[in-house]
């Protein structure tokens, strides 16, 4: 009950912060520009809870439990004449208790990309862009009879760059492609190899790795549909031209379906799927269907 009681505080402070944060950004935005026009801004926060219960008799079965999920989305996007600068920036995280258990994380993913462009028609820009993903807390494998850490914060993480030319027709659609996309793969804690001989492509010993010579596509596709329904999907494909061949192509497919029940409510699908040699063999594949308060703010 004390652990219920700390997650539920935690959540109502982050909710509160959040709000003052994003308020005073865009104070701050509009006392530097004195006009936000040139400047697309928003914030969601979103938090869902789920509970199940059986008396002692119920007889078709089941498991006590309870769960708690976040996710916090955010951009700042700076357009002017040519020169374009877009932020992206988003938060998950989940936890679940059965009976019997301690609390488990289902959800876990920090991703933030940075990008700045200029157009050189009405479709076509050159761009330099920098996207990170890791997690919040420990991972564990708990097939086997004692839970085996397997990943962390910072293990692995990958900070990726790219340098190009992208495609914008439209709002919803982007695709970024760059032919110098240096990548960085970090591991910073020495039990994961214990656990992970690939140490996610990390050689042994050493806590990154540089992959200096590699290709980058990066596409994105978001929209809104009626006022009622989004898809926010975010395709990224990595090559290692020293290392080429079909199976050593990494590919990871991000996507969220939001459908508004009301102003405050929504039903969120967030799906993660990803095929990394390094990391494990296959395809690897989240999923989490969640229903929950939002709250946004923004200037659009």
């Known amino acids: 009950m004390k652990k219920l009681f700390t997650l539920c505080l935690f959540f109502l402070t982050t909710i509160a912060f959040a709000q003052e944060v994003t308020e005073e950004l865009m104070e701050a935005m509009e006392a530097a520009e004195g006009d936000t026009s040139y400047w697309d801004a928003g914030f969601s926060f979103g938090l869902n809870f789920n509970q199940a219960s059986f008396s002692g008799n119920w007889r078709s079965g089941g498991v006590n439990s309870i769960a708690f999920g976040t996710l916090v989305t955010g951009k700042a996007n700076y357009a002017k004449e040519k020169w374009s600068w877009d932020n992206q920036i988003e938060l998950i995280y989940g936890l679940v208790k059965n009976e019997g258990q301690d ?48 990943s962390n914060f910072f293990a692995p993480a990958f900070l990726t760059t790219g340098f190009g030319m992208e495609y914008k027709p439209n709002e919803a659609f982007a695709l970024r492609l760059a032919p110098f996309s240096p990548r ?117």
């Not at 028609?121 to 862009?129: E, G, K, T, V």
């Open 184 to 300: 960085f793969t970090f591991v910073n804690d020495p039990n994961i190899i214990t656990n992970v001989p690939e140490n996610y492509g990390v050689p042994a010993g050493q806590t990154i790795r540089r992959e200096w010579l590699a290709f980058q596509l990066f596409m994105t596709y978001n929209k809104t549909f009626n006022d009622n329904f989004t898809i926010n999907s975010r395709y990224q494909m990595f090559a290692n031209y020293e290392t080429l061949a079909f199976n050593t192509i990494d590919h990871r497919l991000d996507v969220t379906l939001i459908a508004k029940i009301n102003r405050y409510i929504d039903v969120t699908f967030t799906s993660i799927n990803v095929y990394d040699i390094d990391m494990a063999p296959g395809i690897q594949i989240s999923q989490a269907l969640a229903l929950g308060i939002v709250y946004k703010i923004g200037n659009e």
């Open 103 to 150: 609390f488990r994380k289902s959800n876990d993913r920090i991703f933030f990309d940075s990008k700045v462009g200029r157009s050189v028609s009405d479709h076509w820009s050159y761009f330099a862009s920098v996207n990170f993903i890791t997690q919040f807390t420990r991972g564990f494998d708990f097939s086997q009879d004692e839970p085996v850490l397997i």
